[in-house]
């Protein structure tokens, strides 16, 4: 009995379980060019590390150490790669780092000073970063773990007292060594939590796309990280600005990502599509109304023509009145994703009426129109773009087979005016397209879309637009300039 309960309640949790409406993956292909940049990043956090005055005795001499500066920073043998539980681990051996600080020297009523170069060698350097969905749906570096190490110093002294300083090296330079390692890992801990979401908090969550409408990149669960690649799943749903508490339930395919050759690939399902369309017939944008000279020509002709016998009946004042057609939505479109390609369906209605000046208009006829448009999907840089063609177009009379017989002659112009007037100004709003959730400065190159039953996938390759330092600069906290602040935790936590 027990066992069926806990069956009942694991089917009841996967039923509640909000799909994902889009997947990323970033595999470990892209972890070579992540690496380059963020060592960049990260030498030059180094070199912003402040170790404190060393002074001390020994005998009758005195000496004081400081204005110690990081100078040069080598990272010879770097890795970095998917850990699961741990998201992203680096790890930096056989480092160096080249010093400049000042000596002072007392001995009885002797003093020596200047400014002398060290090196410290064999560092060693173990961070783990921990990434989790935060309370508003967003990616954040939620922990910091780490371990640093510099095995050895060495210190290039000279001056009067040359032979002292050799003497006295072993304690000047285990000293330093000392305060290099519970210098490093605040250091990285400030970085990770505080410069790399500050990073992150440039990739969309909750963001307009125009007046209209709005998209939700919240992520539904935390990210999830195998030893070759990292998973987020976002909810990917379009909502109308005027009702922002409005939302689809998602009832579509869950898009899958069972490939890792390229740096990254990213998934949409049927559902993402809906729940644009869907959000813009709510927002009542897909109506068109073509009044008088916005009517093509030939086809006012026509339409006058094929609506003879209701025109005659009218009085004259009303007879030469200007045009108006009408097409109106009547159901959000829907979307369909097979491997063949990806289709829009469309119903509509499209009125016929003359529009008299300030008298009440007279409709004339009154049909149905259903569309089927071809999608193509395009990713450029970090955005999606999509271009749509008409396939297939016919009317028909809601009133009787007889009037639809009457109705085929409107078939081929009525189409070429869609073509013609108003496809363009589809493609226009949908080439502007919609950013997917990435970070600022991070783009797609070489990308290839790929379509499957009911999601279609984007592989490609990372490319940075902009500098790590350059956007984390553009985007830095107002109080992210010291690593030693409070945020950071304690050296003997973190530095071993």
């Avoid at 304690?171 to 410069?195: D, E, K």
């Amino acid at each position: 009995m027990a066992l069926f309960g806990a069956l009942f309640l694991a089917l009841l949790a996967g039923a509640q379980a909000e799909l994902p409406g889009c997947k990323i993956r970033i595999t470990s292909k892209a972890l070579e060019l992540v690496k380059q940049e963020g060592l960049r990043f990260l030498e030059q956090e180094l070199e912003t590390i402040t170790i404190p005055d060393l002074r001390g005795r020994e005998g009758h001499f005195y000496y004081n150490i400081s204005e110690v500066k990081v100078m040069e920073l080598q990272l010879t043998s770097s890795e970095l790669h998917f850990q699961p539980e741990q998201e992203l681990m680096l790890q930096i051996n056989n480092g160096s780092l080249g010093l400049r600080f000042r000596r002072q020297l007392l001995y009885w009523f002797f003093y020596d000073g200047g400014y002398i170069n060290a090196s410290a060698e064999g560092v060693s350097i173990h961070t783990a970063l921990q990434l989790s969905r935060d309370p508003t749906g967003r990616i954040k570096v939620s922990n910091v773990s780490c371990q640093a190490s510099v095995s050895r110093m060495h210190a290039a002294f000279g001056g009067t007292f040359k032979k002292v300083y050799e003497f006295l090296s072993m304690f000047i330079t285990s000293g330093m060594r000392f305060l290099l390692n519970q210098q490093i890992c605040p250091v990285l801990y400030h970085a990770g939590t505080v410069l790399l979401n500050s990073l992150l908090d440039t990739v969309p969550v909750r963001s307009a796309v125009d007046e209209l409408v709005g998209i939700d990149y919240s992520l539904v669960k935390d990210p999830v990280a195998s030893a070759s690649s990292l998973d987020m799943e976002f909810r990917g749903a379009f909502f109308p600005l005027a009702e922002g508490n409005w939302s689809l339930r998602n009832r579509a395919v869950e898009p899958q990502l069972p490939e890792e050759e390229r740096m990254v690939y990213v998934a949409f399902s049927e559902f993402f599509f809906d729940s644009a369309m869907e959000s813009y017939f709510q927002a009542g944008a897909l109506k068109l109304s073509l009044v008088g000279a916005k009517v093509p020509h030939d086809l006012d002709m026509l339409l006058r023509a094929t609506y003879f016998g209701n025109i005659v009946l009218l009085s004259p004042a009303v007879i030469d009145s200007p045009l108006k057609l009408e097409l109106r939505v009547t159901a959000p479109p829907r979307c369909t994703i097979k491997p063949s390609g990806t289709t829009i369906s469309v119903t509509a209605s499209v009125t016929i009426a003359l529009v008299p000046p300030d008298q009440p208009e007279v409709k004339l006829s009154s049909m149905t129109m259903d569309a089927r448009l071809s999608a193509k999907m395009a990713l450029q840089g970090k955005v999606l773009r999509t271009q749509l063609d008409l396939r297939r177009f016919r009317i028909y009379s809601n009133q009787s087979a007889l009037e639809s017989l009457a109705l085929i002659p409107l078939q081929a112009p009525l189409k070429t005016m869609l073509q013609i007037g108003v496809m363009p100004m589809l493609n226009e709003r949908t080439w502007r397209g919609v950013q997917i959730p990435l970070p600022e400065g991070i783009d797609f190159v070489r990308e290839v879309v790929t379509n499957h039953a009911g999601f279609l996938t984007i592989g490609a390759d990372l490319h940075f637009a902009k500098g790590l330092r350059e956007v984390i600069e553009k985007n830095r906290p107002a109080n992210a300039g010291d690593p030693r602040a409070p945020s950071a935790p304690p050296p003997s936590m973190t530095a071993v």
